[in-house]
């Protein structure tokens, strides 16, 4: 069975297909992409972005993300997570909100920065 893939690495965005018999896979123009499909097929991560609530004189959200890919199928859990979260102003761009944020390792951080 042939399973198809757009490389999601580089802006190049190859069309990629695999053979999930033979595991051969054609279309990527880099390493990248092979590792990219290779992890989709097995353990699928993406990078989670949203916000949070804050105590701010100027603003009501945060925005926030994790600071590397978390397991696809933990996005839904870790949604939840996040909107039980506020926090209160001042905070700094690439501030750590929570640690070990569904993974252990992995953080939950700041993507702005928010003075009052
Ligand atoms: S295969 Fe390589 S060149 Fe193509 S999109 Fe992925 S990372 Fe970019």
Redo the contacts with the bound molecule.
């Keep these: 069975m042939e399973k198809q893939f757009i490389?999601i690495?580089?802006p190049?965005?190859?069309p990629?297909t695999v053979d999930t018999e033979t595991m051969v896979i054609k279309g990527?123009?880099?390493m990248?992409?092979r590792q990219?499909v290779n992890s989709e097929l097995t353990e699928p991560r993406r990078t989670l972005t949203s916000t949070i609530r804050i105590e701010s004189e100027k603003v009501m959200l945060l925005p926030v993300k994790t600071d590397r890919p978390i397991k696809k199928e933990d996005l839904f859990a870790a949604m939840k997570k996040i909107s039980k979260i506020s926090v209160k102003a001042p905070i700094k761009i690439g501030e750590i909100i929570v640690s070990d944020f569904i993974e252990d390792g992995t953080n939950l951080i700041s993507t702005k920065t928010i003075l009052k």
Excluded: P
């Design positions: 490389c690495i580089c190049r965005s190859c990629i990527n123009k880099c990248r992409g990219y």
